[in-house]
């Protein structure tokens, strides 16, 4: 069989990785408005968003092992059929427990395509690893934008169930592309997924695992305000829907266009300036955030934000290619990426409290405060390269 070129085979992934994204960004608008239509209440609507997240935390190791036992390529074709049977299930979802279930399995799919996907990103061949991680992140959220974008105007003119089956005939489209994705080093055999799991036991012990899980964390903050507190307290500004939609989605422009900018940039050697960089910008923009009303500075600002959670979402990625082999590889991304769902768990209830309690703009500066003395405290934090050999060796 003829093989493909190192730039085809980047692009073929890449854009699998991007339609992927769409039917991920298809579902996260139709599932909420589907639940409104059979008069779900809200916290129901956000039982079935929400829950179902908690298992990505169990997943997310499970799928890091089963990568690093049997293989990205597989493991991402598994993904993407678990995405087909989840929109299947939706089809046919009319009350709570259905419509939980589907959530519960695409879920599943989102827990092991992160992982796989990040790790043969970091083993494709061609420039360097922040340049490929960079191209990947700008693949997933130019497509949930468009999904986001698609699935709103299909329901308004297809309604639900002509929308799920559109939704339906993409996922089958990404099911065969996954036939054709590159194939990257083979996995040593002789370990079981127990073992390579238990690894992540001695994986943690490091401080500078804990500080990517921490980046992790921070990276997810935007999306997490996006999804909460930013459309909220435009609301509250008096600002209609479409300006308000129009406005969060900057978040996204702002992600897309720093991780192409600095994606080549973020090299292990530079990996603590980029993490005070980073921190610094989500402190400064977060905490400006609740000192203005004007939407032309709101804006921008939420450009600004977004952008710094994606200088922080590369910086984590790079630092565990940094610190692993390739045979643990998805273990050490599942790691370190355990910081994202975290975040989109705790921070809204944290954050939401505090609101209820002092209000956004107390809430918003306080947070950036907080992410400026973790800029500064960064350097006390980050324990230099020495520990790279000690902790390689110690994964096995």
């Not at 709570?96 to 599943?108: K, M, R």
């Not at 450009?303 to 710094?308: I, M, W």
Request: charged content about 10%; aromatic content about 12%; hydrophobic content about 50%.
């Amino acid at each position: 069989m003829k093989s493909h070129s190192p730039t085809s085979s980047r692009l073929l992934f890449y854009s699998t990785t991007a339609l992927w994204n769409l039917t991920n960004g298809m579902m996260m608008i139709l599932v909420p408005l589907y639940a409104v239509s059979l008069g779900f209440s809200v916290l129901k609507i956000g039982s079935v968003i929400a829950l179902p997240v908690l298992a990505m935390l169990g997943i997310r190791f499970v799928g890091g092992a089963l990568c690093d036992r049997f293989g990205e390529r597989l493991i991402l074709q598994l993904c993407y059929l678990f995405s087909v049977f989840s929109v299947l299930l939706l089809l046919q979802a009319k009350g709570f427990g259905s419509l939980f279930i589907s959530q519960a399995v695409a879920n599943c799919s989102r827990s092991i395509f992160w992982t796989a996907s990040q790790s043969m990103t970091t083993q494709l061949p061609g420039p360097s690893v922040g340049k490929k991680l960079g191209h990947l992140s700008a693949c997933n959220h130019v497509g949930i934008l468009l999904g986001i974008s698609i699935g709103g105007a299909l329901a308004a003119f297809l309604g639900y169930y002509g929308s799920f089956l559109v939704l339906i005939g993409v996922s089958v489209i990404c099911v065969l592309l996954g036939l054709f994705l590159p194939r990257v080093e083979r996995k040593p055999s002789g370990r079981t997924v127990w073992q390579i799991t238990a690894g992540i036991g001695r994986f943690v012990r490091y401080p500078r695992v804990w500080l990517g899980i921490f980046a992790s964390f921070a990276a997810a903050l935007p999306s997490t305000l996006t999804q909460s507190l930013f459309p909220v307290y435009l609301s509250q500004l008096n600002y209609g829907e479409q300006w308000i939609g129009l406005t969060i989605s900057g978040r996204a422009l702002g992600m897309i266009a720093i991780v192409l900018i600095l994606g080549p940039l973020i090299t292990a050697p530079r990996l603590m300036g980029f993490f005070v960089l980073g921190t610094t910008g989500l402190g400064i923009f977060v905490a400006a955030s609740g000192l203005l009303d004007e939407l032309y500075l709101l804006g921008p600002c939420i450009v600004a934000v977004g952008a710094a959670g994606g200088v922080l979402d590369l910086w984590y990625q790079v630092q565990a290619t940094e610190l692993s082999e390739v045979r643990d590889r998805s273990m050490a991304m599942a790691t370190t990426s355990l910081g994202w769902p975290l975040s989109l768990i705790i921070a809204p209830l944290l954050l939401g409290w505090l609101v209820d309690t002092k209000g956004f703009q107390f809430t918003f500066v306080v947070t950036g405060v907080f992410f400026l003395l973790v800029a500064v405290g960064s350097r006390l934090w980050y324990l230099g390269v020495r520990q790279k050999a000690a902790l390689k060796s110690d994964l096995g």
